[in-house]
Structures are given as structure tokens and as C-alpha cells.
T-cell receptor, first 112, second 116 residues
Framework: DAKTTQPTSMDCAEGRAANLPCNHSTISGNEYVYWYRQIHSQGPQYIIHGLKNNETNEMASLIITEDRKSSTLILPHATLRDTAVYYCIVRSRGGATNKLIFGTGTLLAVQP | GAVVSQHPSRVICKSGTSVKIECRSLDFQATTMFWYRQFPKQSLMLMATSNEGSKATYEQGVEKDKFLINHASLTLSTLTVTSAHPEDSSFYIC????????????FGSGTRLTVV
């Protein structure tokens, strides 16, 4: 699996948009970009994923650059409950045995 | 949506004893489940892939005789930490994927193991 690089930590003011970057310069053509988050002492939670087009769901938006070497997760209106470690993972889509390998992630601290 | 239940959420055991952690897929069948371990302030580390009806596949450096995995049904995988020692104290998390066509993995809420 391709490796990802994320900032160690970020701060965001409550109510503002949180933009979390991720570099995945060695991503291959069949690999998707997945985002998960982990609130303290809980299991990870799926947020969103994409291949090359931008994606949006009820939780977040995912912007993938045209060359697919980086992406940004956007939480449009961050709340205190969004404080968590956010993991960007690249993985090929198919197969039930596909493993998710976690990097170090970004600790997002939403400030009141 | 897909739900994965993990039990117990917390366990304290004495050094030298064994502890079993259960991971259940509540509303779907999972031929494959994954077990992770997480030490404080660190990321999740994949320990093994649990396969229903066959032997688990362990990641490099994980002792298969210490961390016994059994996946006897399509909805249940168990991880047994044998002869636990204080250094085995950690947060253990399981994960499953509802089907090959489902794009995301669902995680359990984790088990906090403390060995005293």
C-alpha cells in the first residue's frame, strides 16, 4: 500500500471549516483514498473515500488533486465533537481481505 | 448500517492469565475480520487477519502462539491473549467489512486490556 504523509496536529476554531491535508505521492492507479477518524478511546469511524473525483457526504468533503498525489478532507463547520485523530489511508478497493494500514494521522483540536 | 460489537470494553487481569476478547458482526456476515492493537499516543497497528474457517494470517513480529485467533463463524472472531504480561496492556480493536462490494471497514469500540 502507498504511504501517506499528514501533519501531526492542527487547530481549528469551532464553527469554521477544518481542512486536513494528506500527501500520497506514490499512489497507484487502482488505489482509493480513505479517511477515518478516531475519537479518544474509541474505535475508528469511516468518514469518506474517493478515487479521483471530489466526493461529499453528510460528514465531510474530499478534494483530490488532478494528479492524485494529494488530497484534502474538509469538515465544513467543525464542532468540539470533531476533535479526533484523522487518518488518511490509500488502499485498493476490491477484496474482503484488503487490509487498512494506519499511519500516524493528524490530531485535530477544535477550539471553542 | 454495519455494526461491529466488541466485548468486553475493559478488562483487568493478573499477569500470567489469559484473556479472551470477542468481536461480533451484528447485522452482517464477515468472512474476514481484522485485529489491531494500539498503545497510548500511537497509531493502530494491524496484528492479524482473521479468516472464517481457516487459520489467521499474522503480521510480521506478532506471535501467533501468544495471540490466538479463532473465527469459527461468519459473525464471531475471538482474540485470546495467552499468558498475559504487563507489556500486553493495550487497546485492542477489531474490524470487519460487510462484503467485498462495501467500500469501508467497520470497527468495534475497542477493548482496554490492563495486565497487573
Amino acid at each position: 500500500d502507498a504511504k501517506t504523509t499528514q501533519p501531526t496536529s492542527m487547530d481549528c476554531a469551532e464553527g469554521r471549516a477544518a481542512n486536513l491535508p494528506c500527501n500520497h505521492s506514490t499512489i497507484s492507479g487502482n488505489e482509493y483514498v480513505y479517511w477515518y477518524r478516531q475519537i479518544h478511546s474509541q474505535g475508528p469511524q469511516y468518514i469518506i473515500h474517493g478515487l479521483k473525483n471530489n466526493e461529499t457526504n453528510e460528514m465531510a468533503s474530499l478534494i483530490i488533486t488532478e494528479d492524485r498525489k494529494s488530497s484534502t478532507l474538509i469538515l465544513p463547520h467543525a464542532t468540539l465533537r470533531d476533535t479526533a485523530v484523522y487518518y488518511c489511508i490509500v488502499r485498493s478497493r476490491g477484496g474482503a481481505t484488503n487490509k487498512l494500514i494506519f499511519g500516524t494521522g493528524t490530531l485535530l483540536a477544535v477550539q471553542p | 448500517g454495519a455494526v461491529v460489537s466488541q466485548h468486553p470494553s475493559r478488562v483487568i487481569c493478573k499477569s500470567g492469565t489469559s484473556v479472551k476478547i470477542e468481536c461480533r458482526s451484528l447485522d452482517f456476515q464477515a468472512t474476514t475480520m481484522f485485529w489491531y492493537r494500539q498503545f497510548p499516543k500511537q497509531s493502530l497497528m494491524l496484528m492479524a487477519t482473521s479468516n472464517e474457517g481457516s487459520k489467521a494470517t499474522y503480521e510480521q513480529g506478532v506471535e501467533k502462539d501468544k495471540f490466538l485467533i479463532n473465527h469459527a463463524s461468519l459473525t464471531l472472531s475471538t482474540l485470546t491473549v495467552t499468558s498475559a504480561h504487563p507489556e500486553d496492556s493495550s487497546f485492542y480493536i477489531c474490524s470487519a467489512r460487510a462484503s467485498p462490494s462495501r467500500d469501508n471497514n467497520t470497527f468495534g469500540s475497542g477493548t482496554r486490556l490492563t495486565v497487573v
